[in-house]
C-alpha cells in the first residue's frame, strides 16, 4: 500500500539519519574535548570515580608542595647544624691545647670567642621561608603532614612527628667554656663541657639529615602516586583517538548513504503521479 500522507521509508530513513548525526556528534564531542565520560550522564559510576581520584590527586599534589617547605627547612637546618659541628670540632681541638701547660689561654680565648661568634652567625643565617630550626625556641615536635589516605567515605590525613632540638644552648655553654679558659687554665671538667656540646650538635644534624631524606623518600612516593591515579583516570574517562577517528569515518559513511536513502524515500510518491496519467 502506498499513501502520500504517510511515507514510511521516509520516516525509517529519517530515523536512522537522526540516530547517525546523534552518534556523529557524541563521537565530534569526544574527539574535541578527549574525553569518553565528561559528565554523569556518560557514565555515572566512572564520572564519580574519576572525580573523586581526580580530588585525591589533587591534595596529594598540594600535600607534596607542602612537604617541600618542611624539606627546605630541614635541609637548610641540617647545613646549618654540620656547620656548627665543624665549629664545635675546632673549638674542642682549642680548649683541650689549652689544657697544656705554658698555652697563652688569653689568645686561646680569643680563638674560642670567634668560633662562638660564627656559631651565632650560623644559627641565626640557618632560616628558611622565615623558619630557624636551630634557634631553642623551634625546639620540641615538628609535625609534616605526608599523604592524604581514603578509607571508604573517609578521607584520613597523615602526618609524621620529628623531634627539633635547638642548638643555642649548646652554643651557650661553649661560651661559658671560652670565658673559663681566659680566666685560667681550663680543667677536664671544661674539655668535657665542650665535648658534650659537640656531641648534642652532632646529634642534631644527624636527625636533621635523617628528617630531610625521610621526607624526600615520601615526596618520591607521593610523585609516583600521583602518577598512578592520574594514569588510572585517564584509563576510565579518556577517549581512544584511534577508535574515534575510525568511528567517525564510519559515521560519515553511514551519513551519507542515510541521506541518499532519504532522498530516494521521499521521490517515491511521484510514482504514484504515473498510476493517474
Do not use: H
Not at 539519519?17 to 565530534?28: G, H, P, V, W
Not at 658534650?196 to 615526596?219: C, F, N, P, R, Y
Not at 612516593?221 to 574517562?237: C, K, N, Q, W, Y
Amino acid at each position: 500500500m502506498s499513501s502520500i500522507n504517510t511515507n514510511m521509508a521516509a520516516m525509517n530513513a529519517l530515523s536512522t539519519l537522526r540516530t547517525i548525526n546523534n552518534n556523529m556528534t557524541e563521537t565530534q564531542g569526544r574527539i574535541s574535548s578527549g574525553f569518553k565520560v565528561e559528565s554523569g550522564k556518560d557514565n555515572a559510576a566512572y564520572f564519580q570515580i574519576a572525580t573523586t581520584m581526580r580530588s585525591e590527586s589533587s591534595m596529594l599534589s598540594a600535600v607534596n608542595e607542602s612537604m617541600a617547605l618542611a624539606k627546605g627547612a630541614m635541609s637548610t637546618a641540617r647545613v646549618g647544624a654540620e656547620t656548627l659541628t665543624d665549629l664545635a670540632q675546632q673549638f674542642v681541638e682549642r680548649v683541650a691545647f689549652a689544657s697544656q701547660p705554658g698555652v697563652d689561654n688569653a689568645a686561646v680565648a680569643s680563638e674560642l670567642t670567634a668560633l662562638t661568634e660564627q656559631m651565632r652567625t650560623t644559627i641565626s643565617q640557618s632560616s628558611f621561608n622565615g623558619e630557624n630550626l636551630l634557634l631553642d625556641a623551634s625546639a620540641g615536635t615538628k609535625t609534616v603532614t605526608t599523604g592524604i589516605a581514603r578509607a571508604g567515605a573517609t578521607l584520613n590525613v597523615t602526618s609524621q612527628d620529628f623531634t627539633i632540638a635547638g642548638l643555642e644552648a649548646q652554643v651557650t655553654a661553649l661560651e661559658t667554656v671560652a670565658a673559663t679558659v681566659l680566666a685560667g687554665t681550663p680543667v677536664e671538667a671544661d674539655v668535657q663541657a665542650a665535648d658534650a656540646a659537640l656531641t648534642a650538635i652532632m646529634q642534631e644534624a644527624t636527625a636533621l639529615g635523617v628528617a630531610e631524606k625521610a621526607i624526600e623518600t615520601q615526596q618520591t612516593f607521593i610523585t609516583e602516586l600521583v602518577d598512578v591515579l592520574d594514569s588510572g583516570v585517564g584509563a576510565m574517562v579518556d577517549a581512544n583517538m584511534e577508535e574515534e577517528a575510525a568511528r567517525l569515518q564510519a559515521l560519515q559513511v553511514q551519513q551519507q548513504l542515510a541521506t541518499q536513502s532519504l532522498s530516494i524515500a521521499n521521490q517515491n510518491p511521484q510514482s504514484i503521479l504515473a498510476l493517474f496519467r
